[in-house]
T-cell receptor, first 116, second 112 residues
Framework: DTGVSQDPRHKITKRGQNVTFRCDPISEHNRLYWYRQTLGQGPEFLTYFQNEAQLEKSRLLSDRFSAERPKGSFSTLEIQRTEQGDSAMYLC?????FGSGANVLTFGAGSRLTVL | QKEVEQDPGPLSVPEGAIVSLNCTYSNSAFQYFMWYRQYSRKGPELLMYTYSSGNKEDGRFTAQVDKSSKYISLFIRDSQPSDSATYLCAMSAITNAGKSTFGDGTTLTVKP
């Protein structure tokens, strides 16, 4: 297993366009998380899935954001009508779904979004 | 006020120094305490993981948790230039396993 993969690594878009990020978690991990990180800040929780079920969404996740994990494997995070304030690193992480290991997140390298 | 406050740094030390990184928190429900290391333009990677109070040692790294004071620390002994990175503390509650609240990170530079 090669860890958590994210694609694309960097996306530059114009304000108002839609963007989609993909995350492939560690195959044995039931849980998948999306976090957002801006310069000089720690990662902020956006949402997470247990298998294909989206169990929690942060209030940071506005209506323009939608996440899916259709078959409990890979996940996508879509941002519609991007705004300059959406510029950030979008981090995906996965963890086992049970036990103390559920707290240990394995992160991908992130997808950096720049909105012009 | 944020739930997790981390000493902002930046911190610059000579090679071989002992480094102390610290976080305070306000949420009594936090039971799991993690330290992640993040290199520039990379995702965080787990360094240390502790449940409840106490100390945990792993090589040159020691994590301490004092729940009575709501204070956690990471000590790095014999620091190396390769330790230069941003260190993030993170915490989660039993009821929200995996949903971690992060500090804003301390950037460490170890000079040869």
């Amino acid at each position: 297993d090669t860890g958590v993969s994210q694609d694309p690594r960097h996306k530059i878009t114009k304000r108002g366009q839609n963007v989609t990020f993909r995350c492939d978690p560690i195959s044995e991990h039931n849980r998948l998380y999306w976090y957002r990180q801006t310069l000089g800040q720690g990662p902020e929780f956006l949402t997470y899935f247990q298998n294909e079920a989206q169990l929690e969404k942060s209030r940071l996740l506005s209506d323009r954001f939608s996440a899916e994990r259709p078959k409990g494997s890979f996940s996508t995070l879509e941002i519609q009508r991007t705004e300059q304030g959406d510029s950030a690193m979008y981090l995906c992480a996965s963890s086992p779904g049970f036990g103390s290991g559920a707290n240990v997140l394995t992160f991908g390298a992130g997808s950096r979004l720049t909105v012009l | 006020q944020k739930e997790v406050e981390q000493d902002p740094g930046p911190l610059s030390v000579p090679e071989g120094a002992i480094v102390s990184l610290n976080c305070t928190y306000s949420n009594s429900a936090f039971q799991y305490f993690m330290w992640y290391r993040q290199y520039s333009r990379k995702g965080p990677e787990l360094l240390m993981y502790t449940y409840s109070s106490g100390n945990k040692e792993d090589g040159r790294f020691t994590a301490q948790v004092d729940k009575s004071s709501k204070y956690i620390s990471l000590f790095i002994r014999d620091s190396q230039p390769s330790d230069s990175a941003t260190y993030l503390c993170a915490m989660s509650a039993i009821t929200n396993a995996g949903k971690s609240t992060f500090g804003d990170g301390t950037t460490l530079t170890v000079k040869p």
